[in-house]
């Protein structure tokens, strides 16, 4: 009982919980969001465009976005955020005279992102029907034309729920960011629960924070499931009926219709 009690009173005291929880909510939850939340929209941005290199006919740029995304992908989380916030920390501060760390942990997670969200990218593109771009191209769009409004909006619609998983991914990353050495106003969920257990001497205010975590993630988990459940299954037509919408349904693939000699000669006739 005694071997209880000590754990109880080193994780689950709800004093020292209820301490830190109003300091979570207001500061690091807002932080937190905002750390993941930048660094997927400019991942995204920019993974897009790790996507497209990726997918180029010049085998220079296929290249150059190959190996950025096995360095990227291939080191820890931790040896990324520390090599940008304290390796280009001091040139940003010679060259901008700011000392501020937080947006070098945007940019570590955006650069980490962008590696997994272009790959992301480019298999949802590689899975559109190359019928898709042979259509486009014979109603007289033009290559470009052709991905931009064709086959790469297929692509993103079809790597949605794995999208959601990579936001959740830097949700979680987020909490690395501390090691850059945040100011008292941007600490993030993880580094306001660790300053509370180191000052206390308890473990509670982590798991704390460590619920909160779960409050973000799971919700978006079960979104992801959804979203691909629904994609999977598609959703009822006004008739009844279900209209696939999903990655091997053929309201996913009707885009255009494939005009080919056969079919120009069937018209004429």
């Not at 459940?229 to 349904?249: E, H, L, Q």
Request: proline fraction near 6%; glycine fraction near 12%.
């Amino acid at each position: 009982m005694d071997a209880l009690e000590q754990l109880r009173k080193t994780f689950f005291d709800w004093q020292a919980m209820a301490d830190v929880i109003p300091q979570i909510l207001t500061v690091g939850l807002p932080n937190t969001l905002i750390l993941a939340i930048s660094s997927a929209v400019l991942g995204c941005i920019f993974g897009l465009v790790l996507a497209v290199l990726g997918l180029s006919h010049n085998p220079l740029l296929r290249w150059m976005a190959r190996i950025y995304t096995d360095i990227f992908r291939g080191l820890p989380a931790i040896l990324t955020i520390l090599l940008i916030g304290l390796g280009f920390g001091p040139v940003v501060r010679i060259l901008t005279g700011s000392t501020n760390p937080f947006p070098l942990g945007i940019l570590a997670l955006t650069l980490m992102g962008a590696a997994y969200i272009g790959e992301i990218f480019r298999s949802g593109i590689q899975s559109v029907d190359k019928g898709q771009l042979e259509a486009s191209r014979a109603l007289g769009f033009s290559y470009t034309s052709s991905m931009i409004l064709v086959i790469i909006p297929q692509g993103i619609r079809r790597v949605l729920p794995a999208l959601v998983n990579q936001l959740i991914s830097l949700i979680k990353d987020s909490s690395l960011i501390y090691l850059l050495g945040l100011l008292g106003s941007q600490r993030e969920i993880f580094r306001i629960g660790n300053d509370a257990a180191a000052n206390t001497g308890n473990l509670s205010p982590l798991v704390a924070a460590g619920i909160l975590y779960l409050v973000l993630t799971i919700p978006l988990t079960h979104l992801v499931n959804f979203m691909d459940n629904r994609m999977r299954s598609g959703r009822p037509d006004k008739g009844g009926g279900s209209a696939a919408t999903g990655p091997s349904g053929l309201a996913g693939q009707a885009v255009v219709e494939p005009v080919g000699p056969a079919s120009l000669a069937g018209k004429g006739n």
